[in-house]
T-cell receptor, first 109, second 114 residues
Framework: GQNIDQPTEMTATEGAIVQINCTYQTSGFNGLFWYQQHAGEAPTFLSYNVLDGLEEKGRFSSFLSRSKGYSYLLLKELQMKDSASYLCAVVDSNYQLIWGAGTKLIIKP | SQTIHQWPATLVQPVGSPLSLECTVEGTSNPNLYWYRQAAGRGLQLLFYSVGIGQISSEVPQNLSASRPQDRQFILSSKKLLLSDSGFYLC?????????????FGNGTRLTVT
């Protein structure tokens, strides 16, 4: 079967750095997405990785290792508004999106 | 620019009543369209997707159905709602033929079946 694993919940302090991990086992791989979802709202696109390595976009970076079936989202200089759920999703060989259950990130002052 | 509209934002319906949720996309042609459901604290579950008018693929057998009567219109329906149909329903789109393109979501419909 296809599986995406993320921690259910993480807590971090305002101004700090947090890394949210995602491991996957899918039938094929055609890219990995990270989305942010604030409570009660729709997900919004953060990043897309299809090649190994780090993609940096402002305070957010996303890393991919295809050989390890592993990705992480790195959030720097955390702000209270970063409190949200972060969803990892993998595009499989049929170009279907396989979603993780999401990681709820709680930011404390 | 492209925009996606989904309504209503919230809905409370009794068990056994019908359902119709509508989604429209503006500023693009022949989009891929999707209906997802998200239960509280859970991941996104793909219900239906469509690559063109009248073309609907169902991912999960249930009492819901979908239709695409026009290129940029996607409708989710049910004849008789169940308690288990409660959840957060999201419509989304991405450009046709670009499976690697990110999904753009509507604001969602919070459905409570009582």
């Amino acid at each position: 079967g296809q599986n995406i694993d993320q921690p259910t919940e993480m807590t971090a302090t305002e101004g700090a750095i947090v890394q949210i991990n995602c491991t996957y086992q899918t039938s094929g791989f055609n890219g990995l997405f990270w989305y942010q979802q604030h409570a009660g709202e729709a997900p919004t696109f953060l990043s897309y990785n299809v090649l190994d390595g780090l993609e940096e976009k402002g305070r957010f970076s996303s890393f991919l290792s295809r050989s390890k079936g592993y990705s992480y989202l790195l959030l720097k200089e955390l702000q209270m508004k970063d409190s949200a759920s972060y969803l990892c999703a993998v595009v499989d060989s049929n170009y279907q999106l396989i979603w993780g259950a999401g990681t709820k990130l709680i930011i404390k002052p | 620019s492209q925009t996606i509209h989904q309504w209503p934002a919230t809905l409370v319906q009794p068990v056994g009543s019908p359902l119709s949720l509508e989604c429209t996309v503006e500023g693009t042609s022949n989009p891929n369209l999707y209906w997802y459901r998200q239960a509280a604290g859970r991941g996104l579950q793909l219900l239906f997707y469509s690559v063109g008018i009248g073309q609907i693929s169902s991912e999960v057998p249930q009492n819901l159905s979908a239709s695409r009567p026009q290129d940029r219109q996607f409708i989710l329906s049910s004849k008789k709602l169940l308690l288990s149909d409660s959840g957060f329903y999201l419509c989304a789109w991405n450009p046709s033929g670009q499976g690697h393109s990110p999904l753009h979501f509507g604001n969602g419909t919070r459905l409570t079946v009582t």
